[in-house]
């Protein structure tokens, strides 16, 4: 399984962004599709994840600011994060699991995209 990430870039505090990924090859068994970050010096921490039967896990952090959806017939998520703030800024990296959030057995990662929210 292959992830493409994009859409990441430099935005001002209280603007959107919205970043993509696109699962590619053994698709067939992702049940899970989602977004991780990561800040310098910070532990990486869930964003927003959706399963294939559409249900979600958002970070409390991102809680009514964020929205993932999912596109299962192109086997691409989307993130949709409104109201960015500074503490938002890290690198976000996008996830593939065969199972759910908390129990799996293959995952697969993307490259990161970098999100940065400054003024």
């Known amino acids: 399984v292959q992830l493409q990430a994009s859409g990441g870039g430099l935005v001002q505090p209280g603007g959107s962004l919205r970043l993509s990924c696109a699962a590619s090859?053994?698709?067939?068994?992702?049940?899970?599709m989602g977004w991780f970050r990561q800040a310098p010096g910070k532990q990486r921490e869930l964003v927003a994840a959706v399963l294939r039967d559409g249900s979600t896990n958002y970070g409390d952090r991102v809680k009514g600011r964020f929205t993932i959806s999912r596109d299962n017939a192109k086997s691409t998520v989307y993130l949709r994060m409104n109201s960015l703030k500074p503490e938002d800024t890290a690198v976000y990296h996008c996830t593939a699991r065969d199972g759910d959030l908390i129990a799996y057995a293959d995952e697969y990662w993307g490259q990161g995209t970098q999100v940065t929210v400054s003024s």
């Open positions: 090859g053994n698709i067939i068994s992702i049940n899970f």
